[in-house]
């Protein structure tokens, strides 16, 4: 059973940062795409960031110049760097690997933009 883990989330104020990260239970090497999507209740599932295997990204208008998705090989994990935060950037995070033809998703992290 693939397992996978996100971390990092909080509550930050409007302009702050957080980095969430996602941890799988998987060889890295083994995974092909990985990224982020988010959360809110009672709004559709929207595609944050994501990374394939060779390195290519690719970010929502809404976070672009702001996230950045990164997957640092040598320690297993995925990362979203997330500067000058604003309120609708409020959400349940969750990450997403596809290996081997199949999706493994996280149970999500809270991030709360707020002063």
């Known amino acids: 059973q693939v397992q996978v883990v996100e971390s990092g989330g909080g509550l930050v104020q409007p302009g702050g940062s957080l980095r969430l990260s996602c941890s799988a239970s998987v060889s890295i090497f083994t995974i092909q795409d990985m990224g982020w999507y988010r959360q809110v209740p009672g709004l559709q599932r929207e595609l944050v960031a994501e990374?394939?295997?060779?390195?290519?990204?690719n970010y929502a208008a809404s976070v672009k110049g702001r996230f950045t998705i990164s997957r640092v090989n040598v320690e297993n994990t995925l990362y979203l760097e997330m500067n000058s935060l604003k309120s609708e950037d409020t959400a349940v995070y969750l990450c997403?690997?596809?290996?081997?033809?199949?999706?493994?998703w996280g149970k999500g992290t809270l991030v709360t933009v707020s002063s």
């Open positions: 997403y690997i596809d290996r081997w033809g199949a999706r493994y």
């Open positions: 990374i394939s295997s060779g390195g290519g990204t």
